[in-house]
Nanobody
Framework: QLQLVESGGGLVQPGGSLRLSCAYS????????IGWFRQAPGKEREGVSC????????NYADSVKGRFTISRDNAKNTVYLQMNSLTPDDTAIYYC?????????????????WGQGTQVTVSS
């Protein structure tokens, strides 16, 4: 079974940067696309970004375009989310998950396997 573990969260000041990592175990057949999601207190979980198996397809939520960058290193079984120009609105628990496809609307219902999440807090 595919397992995913997030790391890299923490406390950062507004305007700062963080890089999240998602380490995954061996691919479960077909589930090679990785997505990042977040859930802020009192809000529903939302899609942030996703990347296809070979990294050729990436998608971003409008709220993070130009600030966040997703990438992957398949040799290390790791997907990264570089987050720049962070604001308090980015405060949330961030999750990575695996799906068969990285689609443009980053639909969480298509993601089968999930990590436990890592907390990101943006505050002065």
């Amino acid at each position: 079974q595919l397992q995913l573990v997030e790391s890299g969260g923490g406390l950062v000041q507004p305007g700062g940067s963080l890089r999240l990592s998602c380490a995954y175990s061996v691919f479960t057949l077909g589930y090679a696309a990785i997505g990042w999601f977040r859930q802020a207190p009192g809000k529903e979980r939302e899609g942030v970004s996703c990347i296809s198996r070979n990294g050729g397809r990436t998608n971003y939520a409008d709220s993070v375009k130009g600030r966040f960058t997703i990438s992957r290193d398949n040799a290390k079984n790791t997907v990264y989310l570089q987050m720049n120009s962070l604001t308090p609105d980015d405060t949330a628990i961030y999750y990575c998950a695996a799906s068969t496809y990285c689609n443009s609307n980053i639909d969480q219902t298509t993601y089968e396997y999930w990590g436990q999440g890592t907390q990101v807090t943006v505050s002065s």
